[in-house]
């Protein structure tokens, strides 16, 4: 005990008697040190919490419903919207016949000089407007023009990072240089079936990937593709959003020609 009392004597001195400043500096770093250990990783799962939500609600829902590898689409769709749409908590279900296609556009000339033409690839999903609205938050981040009803059948709706402008992130060359509504893109899919579309909206949901979309009607799609099938199904669930825990539960679906994963870690496999 008696070292001790010496320890912290000594101590007490050199600190009253040394350099109190640096004694101040000392004290305060260690706080920063301690206040670094405590908030950044608090900063980065809210980040990280952020953009999950912002994808779910932009792109995926809470649950997608894939088809099994090599299988291109979704058989028995139309019955697995019926049993998603039987559960408790679930508000939407929507279905998607998406490809990819090559866009080619030649905005107004006070944007380009005459005759440059400017392309891409991007996927293009074919949707029920209304059934999407119930899903994704698309139909309320338009910047120009309206969305998409379901009687659409050569307009298109863009994401900003498609059509560029002064609000898109992406440099000009790699978007379609500055479209807007009323403005003609052709579109030409992957079985080389190519089509003209009216922009009849451009959208900006403030996440990359998700302003990085197309959207045409699933009728549109199906006539150029010659599928009546889908090859994606999403689900949103009103009760997986606010719960802390899996919300939803999927032991009894026909999986046979269907894969499904949740997003956001909304849900559990039974």
């Known amino acids: 005990m008696k070292k001790l009392g010496l320890s912290l004597s000594l101590a007490f001195k050199s600190i009253v008697r040394g350099n109190r400043w640096a004694a101040l ?100 999903t074919g949707i029920d407007p209304a059934a999407e609205s119930s899903v994704t938050t698309i139909s309320k981040s338009l910047i120009a023009g309206s969305y998409l009803t379901a009687s659409d059948t050569n307009a298109v709706v863009l994401g900003v990072e498609i059509a560029g402008g002064p609000q898109a992130q992406n440099a000009a060359l790699l978007t379609l240089g500055g479209v807007n509504m009323g403005d003609t893109v052709g579109l030409t899919f992957s079985n080389g079936v190519r089509q003209d579309f009216s922009v009849k909206g451009i959208f900006q949901a403030h996440d990359g990937q998700a302003d990085s979309q197309a959207f045409i009607t699933r009728s549109a799609m199906a006539s150029i593709l010659g599928s009546s099938f889908e090859n994606r199904v999403t689900c949103w669930s009103r009760s997986a959003t606010k719960a802390r825990k899996p919300a939803l539960s999927l032991p009894s679906m026909p999986w046979g020609s269907m894969a499904w994963r949740a997003t956001g870690a909304t849900t559990e496999e039974g």
Do not use: C, K
Not at 49 to 75: A, K
Not at 103 to 114: D, L
């Open 25 to 124: 500096m000392i004290v305060l770093l260690m706080a920063l040190s301690f206040a670094n250990l405590i908030l950044t990783p608090s900063i980065m799962s809210g980040v990280t919490r952020s953009l999950d939500s912002q994808q779910v609600n932009t792109i995926f829902g809470n649950i997608v419903i894939t088809p099994v590898p090599r299988s291109p689409y979704i058989e028995n769709s139309g019955q697995t919207v019926a049993l998603l749409g039987q559960y408790p908590g679930v508000s939407g279900v929507a279905t998607h016949l998406a490809d990819s296609a090559a866009f080619s556009s030649q905005p107004g000339e006070s944007q380009n000089p005459p005759g440059q033409i400017n392309s891409g690839n991007w996927t293009v």
